[in-house]
């Protein structure tokens, strides 16, 4: 969940949402939350997957107008010179006042209540030991950080693995609901989706 920030669009300049329209746009994925979160907010560009790592550099190589930044990039942007058009979670919360859902673990409905239920717990303790083992847990993620100092590479941690993570709770179960409904109202997601939680 990204609570009041999210995906963030960048440019090589400033720009305003109208600037967004019809552009050339480095998008991580055509499946992802960033992407599906970015057509809501301008369904009219032009999407250019592109590996997330590759992002910022193409955008200022110029290969793209502007680009969906997730991961670090969204911390990182601005040392390379780039400017924010729009934070999506902070534009998705200004309008709904709910938190941007960026991501979930899913289970096959066909494995069954009961084994849904035990993976769910697991997967709850192991985000649990990790938040209660914080500087431990960062150790070993500072082996992937592609380049981040220890401090941003705690921001970012603390953006996406946090209580939100271990339980979404009534307004993020709400705030899932409402995003794939209005993927679906705008098109984006062809057919509806019915979203249920495993409770552990």
Do not use: C
């Amino acid at each position: 969940m990204g609570d009041r920030y999210g995906p963030r669009l960048v440019g090589r300049s400033p720009a305003t949402r109208a600037d967004v329209r019809g552009k050339r746009i480095a998008i991580p994925g055509p499946l992802t939350s960033a992407y599906l979160a970015l057509r809501l907010y301008e369904p009219d560009f032009q999407p250019i997957p592109t590996p997330f790592d590759e992002i910022e550099d193409r955008v200022a190589e110029g290969e793209v107008d502007m680009g969906l930044l997730i991961h670090e990039g969204q911390l990182t942007f601005a040392e390379r010179g780039l400017h924010l058009v729009v934070d999506l979670g902070e534009w998705w919360f200004s309008g709904t006042g709910l938190p941007l859902p960026l991501g979930g673990n899913v289970v096959r409905k066909d494995l069954g209540a009961e084994l849904t239920s035990k993976i769910s717990k697991h997967l709850r303790a192991s985000i649990a030991y990790g938040l209660e083992h914080r500087t431990k847990a960062l150790d070993h993620a500072m082996q992937y950080a592609r380049g981040l100092d220890r401090a941003k590479a705690d921001t970012f941690v603390g953006m996406y693995v946090n209580d939100w993570t271990l339980d979404y709770g009534d307004r993020g179960r709400a705030a899932v609901k409402l995003f794939l409904e209005r993927g679906v109202e705008a098109g984006i997601i062809n057919r509806p989706v019915s979203v249920e939680f495993v409770e552990d």
